[in-house]
């Protein structure tokens, strides 16, 4: 058997800008602790000094939440799909080994490059999204193509009630029949269990056609304090709604990711006591295994965002790595189970073949 540091790893959850697009996100600031370059360049060495570069078999990219809108119409307050399809044409270039000055990767790159899951306009319904991917496909190639593995359109920050609206569920269908994947980015903590709430009822709707992978735990209050987490009201309510989202299909996973965001910020210059993390986490993990059970939970590291509460760029991703090693320890794991956590969930979700 493999020990854990040379299983092969395929991170299923990464976001990659080089400082030319920067204006281009929607979240960017002078201020943002992520206002600066985040390419393969330095995606590379976070891994490297996890020492982790001989298990990482690759990456599945995941969009970055550029201004867009829904239709392709840049007047005023709209920002089209101009953004959202240059950066489907840098990953493209990645992909392709194929790099312009200034964009932090090199030719080799295109090997990690496994899977491409770029912004959407769901919402918009059949015709719309029909009309999107194609401009997708020309941008991509043929032979890029084939590593859209599926979408993602952020709900965490939108209006209450959007995911049930008619646009987006016949959205979803359409990635179904269409065998794209649906992302979902749900935001507990900072959203409200609202969200949840509407995820189920979308679900029901119109998400048993469509694979879903949920993001991040559904970014759960990791910093709620009680004598028993256990039996806290609102872990309890997020426990019941992960577990009806588990249910609502054999097609949904989740992703081991985000979790950095959600607890408290650690600190660069000191290791961290990661049985301390391990125990905090673990009541919500466990919820995650009980109810997806390891065949559909998938890891993730979600770079760059860890950097901001993993402690930066030198120690977050290996730091992620550690935990998620020690609480697929506490869980009691095969080794086989172990292996589709760290890659193969992901490919089998994501559809993809290496």
């Not at 920067?22 to 891994?47: C, F, I, M």
């Not at 004598?227 to 949904?252: G, N, Q, Y």
């Not at 009541?283 to 590291?301: N, Q």
Request: hydrophobic share 40%; charged share 25%.
């Amino acid at each position: 058997m493999l020990p854990n540091s040379q299983i092969p790893i395929v991170d299923s959850h990464i976001h990659l800008f080089p400082e030319t697009h920067l204006k281009t996100l929607s979240w960017h600031n002078t201020n943002n602790p992520l206002g600066t370059q985040h390419s393969v360049n330095e995606y590379r060495h976070a891994v490297t000094q996890a020492n982790a570069t001989p298990a990482l078999r690759g990456f599945i990219f995941l969009e970055t939440d550029r201004l867009s809108s829904i239709t392709d119409s840049t007047k005023p307050p709209n920002n089209g799909w101009q953004h959202a399809l240059d950066e489907v044409s840098l990953l493209t270039r990645i992909a392709l080994g194929t790099p312009i000055p200034g964009e932090g990767h090199v030719p080799h790159d295109k090997t990690l490059c496994l899977g491409i899951v770029p912004w959407a306009p769901v919402p918009g319904g059949p015709d719309v999204l029909s009309a999107y991917m194609e401009q997708v496909r020309r941008r991509t190639g043929e032979e890029v193509w084939g590593k859209v593995r599926g979408v993602r359109y952020l709900v965490q920050d939108k209006a209450e009630g959007m995911m049930l609206e008619n646009g987006f569920v016949a959205g979803l269908r359409w990635l179904g029949r269409e065998g794209f994947v649906f992302d979902l980015g749900v935001d507990a903590r900072s959203g409200g269990l609202g969200q949840l709430r509407e995820a189920v009822e979308m679900m029901g709707l119109g998400g048993d056609g469509v694979t879903i992978v949920i993001n991040h735990l559904c970014k759960p209050n990791l910093r709620l304090e009680s004598d028993d987490i256990r039996s806290h009201p609102e872990f309890l309510e997020w426990k019941d709604l992960v577990t009806e989202m588990a249910r609502a299909s054999s097609r949904t996973y989740m992703k081991l990711s985000g979790a950095f965001s959600e607890l408290l910020p650690l600190q660069a210059e000191s290791e961290p006591d990661f049985e301390a993390i391990v125990e905090r986490v673990q009541p919500w993990t466990d919820v995650i295994f009980d109810a997806f059970g390891a065949d559909r939970v998938m890891f993730g590291s979600d770079w760059p965002v860890c950097n901001i509460g993993g402690g930066g760029n030198d120690v977050s991703w290996g730091r992620w790595r550690r935990v998620v090693e020690k609480v697929l320890e506490r869980r009691g794991l095969s080794g086989e189970q172990k292996r589709g956590v760290w890659g193969s969930v992901a490919l089998h979700a994501y559809g993809i073949e290496i």
